[in-house]
T-cell receptor, first 114, second 112 residues
Framework: EAGVAQSPRYKIIEKRQSVAFWCNPISGHATLYWYQQILGQGPKLLIQ????????DSQLPKDRFSAERLKGVDSTLKIQPAKLEDSAVYLC????????????FGPGTRLLVL | GEDVEQSLFLSVREGDSSVINCTYT??????LYWYKQEPGAGLQLLTYIFSNMDMKQDQRLTVLLNKKDKHLSLRIADTQTGDSAIYFCAESINSGNTPLVFGKGTRLSVIA
């Protein structure tokens, strides 16, 4: 079974530029999460989708971050404009719908903002 | 509120047992997880435990849960150099699909 796919794996941009990340979840997984992992810390949730609807985006900095999952499968996360503090690894995870279903993580996109 | 605490570093000799500890604050947590992260990689689920269990064993891994003290531990028997990684404790609340709340991770170094 293919795992969660993410691209690009690495991205270097200058502050105030825009960047977009892509995630393809495991086939059949209706729930998709984006987490931000700053160096030396554990991942923190940015946004959670179930199918193409947003379940929780309370931690998403909406003035610069946006995310969509238009057809309930792939998702994109965008940052515009980027700040230095956005340097982090952006992890996508997916799970089946249900109580306590395991979340499976992709390899992440490592973003460096200069 | 939700908060998960872990010690940051652990160093053990190859062949010894490793014990990684975690405390959590949310009493409504009902699923507790251990994930492993190797350099440059995503998170790999190692094991999980339901809050109505005290212990779970899976090959070299043993998870102990003290719900009264809100303390979770992961024991790795016969630790190998390939076990060197960062180990994250995470909790979630039993209300359907809920996001995980992670600790900062414990960096395990195995000395040959």
């Amino acid at each position: 079974e293919a795992g969660v796919a993410q691209s690009p794996r690495y991205k270097i941009i200058e502050k105030r530029q825009s960047v977009a990340f892509w995630c393809n979840p495991i086939s059949g997984h209706a729930t998709l999460y984006w987490y931000q992992q700053i160096l030396g810390q554990g991942p923190k949730l940015l946004i959670q989708f179930q199918n193409n609807g947003v379940v929780d985006d309370s931690q998403l900095p909406k003035d610069r971050f946006s995310a969509e999952r238009l057809k309930g499968v792939d998702s994109t996360l965008k940052i515009q404009p980027a700040k230095l503090e956005d340097s982090a690894v952006y992890l996508c995870a997916s799970s089946l719908v249900g109580r306590g279903e395991t979340q499976y993580f992709g390899p992440g996109t490592r973003l460096l903002v200069l | 509120g939700e908060d998960v605490e872990q010690s940051l570093f652990l160093s053990v000799r190859e062949g010894d047992s490793s014990v990684i500890n975690c405390t959590y604050t949310d009493s409504s947590s009902t699923y507790l997880y251990w994930y492993k992260q190797e350099p440059g990689a995503g998170l790999q689920l190692l094991t999980y435990i339901f809050s109505n269990m005290d212990m779970k064993q899976d090959q070299r891994l043993t998870v102990l849960l003290n719900k009264k003290d809100k303390h979770l531990s992961l024991r790795i028997a016969d630790t190998q150099t390939g076990d060197s990684a960062i180990y994250f404790c995470a909790e979630s609340i039993n209300s359907g699909n809920t996001p995980l709340v992670f600790g900062k991770g414990t960096r395990l170094s195995v000395i040959a």
